[in-house]
């Protein structure tokens, strides 16, 4: 019975080696190579579609609150987010304008002035493609682990950084695609997103994003 | 002379004391006072500390469409936690809210007015209040009307007599109404859609109850 105690004590003490041990940091070499990879297949990107899950994580919850729905993405800077469940929303970026379709009710903002719109808009475009390797606007470390390639990021801009404390992207190590989106708004709280069924430069009719 | 005028006064003032309390039934016209069935009334749709209550809500601002997701939680026996976010997950306002304490856990920029702040408190604080001390009731064939008093405000509660639900609070100076809160609930136990609406200044907040965990 003891030594059951002690084991399952051990087992306490070591796991949070084990996962720490999970993530470990890139070298300068794997770096190099791994930001010249995304840089070739985010090149190589025309358009994007993908099906999303969002889980709002809030420390007091008990539970994430779960959206899910589609997202196209059309280089360099077309992007829709459309969320279908358990809201129809859908909110569209496009040359510094940020168009919303509420439920049917619809409505249009112009950001081109807004310096902190304009950053976000190219944060979330550059996320999906994974090309956000800005040294100028993000402290950026890397981690690996088994399947996945992780790239962190954290804003330069104290204004931004009042928004997203640090924004987490992992990408998928066999074809270097972003499968996760992290936003961080504080430890205790972020915005994580899960793409799936991911088809890369199918033909997406342009007209979506003028509705 | 001197006795005319103070008969005048109290004519006057007699008129207004009529006309003021004619004006406070205004929101209960055509109901007729009746003897108090309880002293308190207690309300449970955010009441349940283990529920996540989480909305999607619309404000129309004199003529200002906003969008976002709300979010409440009653973290102790006094207090809940509120926190509004946009539908991308980005929190806008964080704010820890009881009958006596109002604490701001954080805000962006843009909603950081005193104005703003003040009518959100005060909303926030009638919908997530819990227990009302009745000083009145008032009935009709449909509605049971209890009157509830905070300070210079009457809280107007009206239930339904057909299903024993809480489904508007009208919230009045002596003399206006200054906000209505319509309640489309589910047994009494949460609130499915609820409506805020003011009157003093062109505020509307729509909230509709989010299914949170998706499948």
Known sequence: MKIRVYFVLLLFCVYPFISFAQEQKMSENEIV??????????????TL??????YKHLDFLSKDI?????????APSLLQWQYKKPYSYSIIFKSGKIM??????????????????????????????????????????????????????IPKDANLKKYIKQ????????????????????????????????????????????? | MQKLTNQYLVNSLFLLLIVSSCSTLNVV??????????????????SNPEMDYVYKANITVYGNELSGIFIAKKINDTTHRVVFTTEFGNKLL??????????????????NRKMLISTLKSDFRLLLHNHYVVKEQYDNNVNKVFLSKEGKMNNYLFVSKSDNTLNKIVCSTKRKEKINLFIT???????????????NIKLRIELNYLQTKLN
């Open chain 1, 33 to 46: 190579i791994f930001k010249q990879v995304v840089k070739e297949v985010s090149k190589k990107i025309k």
């Open chain 1, 66 to 74: 779960e959206s899910s729905g589609k997202m196209l993405f059309v």
């Open chain 1, 100 to 153: 919303i379709d509420d439920e049917g009710k619809k409505s249009a903002i112009d950001v081109g002035n807004s310096k902190i719109f304009g950053k976000i808009n190219k944060l979330i475009a550059g996320s999906v493609s994974g090309d956000m390797f800005d040294d100028k606007e993000f402290t950026i470390s890397y981690f690996k682990n088994k399947t996945n390639t992780i790239a962190k990021f």
């Open chain 2, 29 to 46: 016209k055509g109901y007729n006072l009746v003897a108090l069935e309880k002293d308190s009334f207690e309300v449970s749709y955010f």
């Open chain 1, 167 to 211: 924004i987490e992207l992992t990408f998928d190590k066999e074809d270097t695609t972003v499968i996760q989106v992290k936003l961080l708004e504080s430890s205790e709280d972020y915005t994580r997103i899960v793409l799936k069924n991911k088809v890369l430069n199918a033909k997406i009719d342009e007209s979506i994003f003028s509705k």
């Open chain 1, 49 to 54: 579609s993908t099906d999303f899950t969002q």
């Open chain 2, 94 to 111: 964080d704010f820890e809210i009881s009958e006596t304490e109002f604490k701001i856990n954080s805000i962006v920029e843009e909603l």
């Open chain 2, 185 to 199: 609930s589910e047994n009494n136990i949460f609130a499915k859609k609820i409506i805020i609406q003011h009157y």
